[in-house]
């Protein structure tokens, strides 16, 4: 079974609430474990959070598109924002001495590890999420 689930909300914090009642209508269309809801609710909120403010420097007349796609057994999400885009591997290790005591930069991290698969795509502006969802 193949469908997709499109969301898109404007360049504004405020905005990130309403990714639990999409998480939660997805979490009952695939029919999603209880202990997987979390990291996927987590993880797109620090991807979606990343486009609004490092992708789109919270313009609020740009837009980040979210697409949920289930595929076999695996949830794929798609955040795309509008911005500039980056190289995810000049990101600092948050976890390196000389950076842990800075505010952000652990969201890439947080992604990496609660997701089984995260993709950098279209010169950054793209973030790919794949979770097993196999029961």
């Given at each position: 079974m193949s469908k997709d689930i499109?969301?898109?909300?404007?360049?504004?914090?405020?905005?990130?609430?309403?990714?639990?009642?999409y998480v939660s209508q997805i979490s009952k269309e695939f029919d999603i474990d209880d202990t997987k809801y979390p990291d996927i609710l987590i993880s797109l909120t620090e991807a979606v959070n990343n486009a609004i403010i490092h992708g789109n420097s919270s313009d609020v007349s740009k837009c980040v598109d979210i697409m949920c796609k289930c595929k076999e057994q695996n949830l794929t999400f798609t955040i795309s924002d509008q911005g500039d885009g980056f190289d995810p591997e000049q990101i600092n290790n948050p976890l390196d001495e000389t950076n842990i005591e800075l505010e952000?930069?652990?969201?890439?991290?947080?992604?990496?590890?609660?997701?089984?698969?995260?993709?950098?795509?279209n010169e950054g502006r793209t973030v790919e999420m794949t979770f097993n969802i196999k029961k």
């Open positions: 499109i969301f898109k909300i404007t360049s504004c914090q405020s905005q990130i609430g309403k990714l639990e009642e952000g930069g652990r969201g890439v991290l947080i992604m990496k590890s609660l997701c089984d698969e995260v993709q950098y795509k």
